[in-house]
């Protein structure tokens, strides 16, 4: 549909023999938000691949406001007004702050777009970095690096900007930082947005949809409502990962009796064997067990 910022239609997407993406479908409205979530390996950062021209779908249609780009450079695309704040942040490191943002600069694009980010609106979303403007980018802290990463889109005056895990290794009280301003970046751009299974931040935010993926293949898709809250959504279709300490203690005391051997030679050492009851406790959970908790309450029993 031409209102659509982002479509992605019935994409099929392989590295090598590798069949990664499988008929994965997606639609992101104009100026709204949606989130793409799924366990590492899922193919989230795969699906940010193909929508921006870095890894061609060998079926498939992606398509910005209607126009279809499948299969173009990545230059080209980003001409559509399609920007990428990739996994990683991937800053010029030996460039200052104020160079990483310049050489990022274009105008805005679009009907009814005269006026667009400056490095000087950055600096205003970002006094951190503008307070760092003439300093080298690499020697920038994590968080001040992902702020930067984001300005660094931004100054291209994106229609359509995909964020890859904005938060990943930021402190708690940097990710509140970088979420506030995934709401405020403009209403005259469409967000959409990837992370893992930890739907914490990320349900404050989407007010449009969700969509979920497990090993390259598009398991559930909503867009959201009017009265529909995300976080009812998420609970409702089993998205929300478990961390009770009852709960994962129950599975845990079950995988250990259901595999004595294993259990008893982590006890004496074998640490490789953590995975392999960790992986079980996963199946058993449907993989709705929280992992980082999980792996803290197993190391806790068995050293005990």
């Not at 870095?54 to 980003?78: K, W």
């Amino acid at each position: 549909m031409a209102s659509d910022a982002l479509e992605l239609q019935d994409i099929e997407a392989f590295y090598g023999d590798s069949h990664v993406l499988h008929r994965v479908s997606l639609r992101l409205g104009e100026g709204r938000l949606l989130g793409l979530l799924g366990r590492n390996g899922a193919g989230k950062s795969t699906a940010m691949s193909v929508t921006v021209g870095l890894l061609p779908p060998r079926h498939g249609r992606v398509a910005v406001f209607g126009r279809a780009v499948t299969g173009r450079a990545p230059e080209a695309i980003a001409a559509e007004g399609v920007a990428l704040v990739p996994q990683g942040r991937r800053i010029f490191r030996s460039l200052a702050v104020s160079e990483n943002l310049a050489v990022a600069g274009r105008k805005p694009r679009g009907p009814g777009r005269a006026t667009g980010w400056t490095i000087d609106a950055v600096y205003a979303l970002f006094p951190r970095i503008g307070e760092r403007r003439r300093q080298v980018a690499g020697s920038l802290s994590g968080g001040e690096q992902q702020m930067l990463a984001i300005g660094r889109a931004l100054m291209s005056n994106p229609r359509v900007l995909l964020m890859d895990e904005p938060s990943e290794g930021l402190a708690p009280q940097l990710v509140g930082e970088v979420m506030a301003t995934i709401k405020t970046s403009g209403e005259d751009i469409s967000r959409f947005r990837v992370r893992p299974f930890d739907l914490a931040s990320l349900l404050g935010l989407v007010r449009d949809g969700i969509v979920s993926h497990t090993a390259g293949k598009q398991i559930f898709s909503h867009m959201v409502a009017t009265g529909d809250q995300p976080a009812q959504i998420a609970e409702r279709e089993g998205l929300v990962k478990i961390d009770d300490d009852s709960q994962l203690s129950a599975w845990i005391d079950e995988v250990i009796a259901e595999n004595p051997n294993e259990a008893e030679r982590l006890r004496n050492g074998e640490k490789k064997l953590q995975g392999v009851l960790v992986g079980a406790v996963m199946k058993k959970s449907k993989g709705r067990a929280d992992p980082r908790k999980l792996n803290q309450l197993l190391t806790t029993r068995l050293t005990s």
